[in-house]
């Protein structure tokens, strides 16, 4: 099992900032890639940034430019910085952590709210 706790979620003006965290625990070694989602109201949830253990890196067209994912070379904490925050962004963000055999864990998710 692994355990994920998200991070840094709050209210922003369009245009600035936010990083979100998110901390893993349990099963780590069984994890092969990092990620974050995001739901807005009605929509589904959708891949925002992934990470690799290997640091390979994969984003939404939506945020390419915009939002970098990291992690620490231990896999027990990855980040998601967000520059140049739009409306549309506004979501819950979701953490997730993949296993090598393809289960997939999910955090409690953060608000993040980008007023216009």
């Known amino acids: 099992q692994v355990q994920l706790v998200e991070s840094g979620g709050g209210l922003v003006q369009a245009g600035g900032s936010l990083q979100l965290s998110c901390a893993a625990s349990?099963?780590?070694?069984?994890?092969?890639?990092m990620g974050w989602y995001r739901q807005a109201p009605g929509k589904q949830r959708d891949l925002v940034a992934r990470?690799?253990?290997?640091?390979?890196?994969n984003y939404a067209d939506s945020v390419q430019g915009r939002f970098t994912i990291s992690r620490d070379v231990t896999m027990k904490m990855v980040y998601l910085q967000m520059n140049s925050l739009k409306s549309e962004d506004t979501a819950v963000y979701y953490c997730?952590?993949?296993?090598?055999?393809?289960?997939?864990?999910w955090g409690q998710g953060t608000q993040v709210t980008v007023s216009s």
């Open positions: 997730n952590a993949e296993s090598w055999n393809s289960r997939d864990y």
């Open positions: 349990g099963r780590i070694p069984s994890i092969s890639a």
């Open positions: 990470i690799t253990r290997g640091g390979t890196t």
